[in-house]
């Protein structure tokens, strides 16, 4: 076992990987493509259960997202 830190990604960090990087970026497309999707609305209680499956989902994109952001200069209101 290392006694070092773990590294703590800056929000420059996601915004070298996600943004500048092609690589980083076309894996930023792809999730967005298959994680954000919107809400369902028809289906009762099966479709309240898909909706927060969904928006689990998609809240890992606006992290990522928001991090690219900071680093850009753009300060949202965060929770959590």
């Known amino acids: 076992m290392s006694d070092r830190e773990p590294y703590e ?17 076309a ?8 994680f954000a999707r919107p809400a369902v609305v028809q289906g009762g209680i099966d479709a309240v259960l898909q909706t927060y499956h969904r928006d689990g989902s998609r809240r890992v ?11 850009n200069g753009v300060h949202e209101n965060e929770e959590g």
Do not use: M, S
Request: cysteine-free.
């Open 9 to 25: 990604p800056t929000p420059a960090d996601f915004k070298l990987i996600f943004e500048d990087h092609k690589v980083g970026a």
């Open 27 to 34: 894996i930023l497309e792809k999730l967005t493509q298959v």
């Open 61 to 71: 994109l606006e992290y990522i997202v928001a991090q690219i952001n900071r680093a």
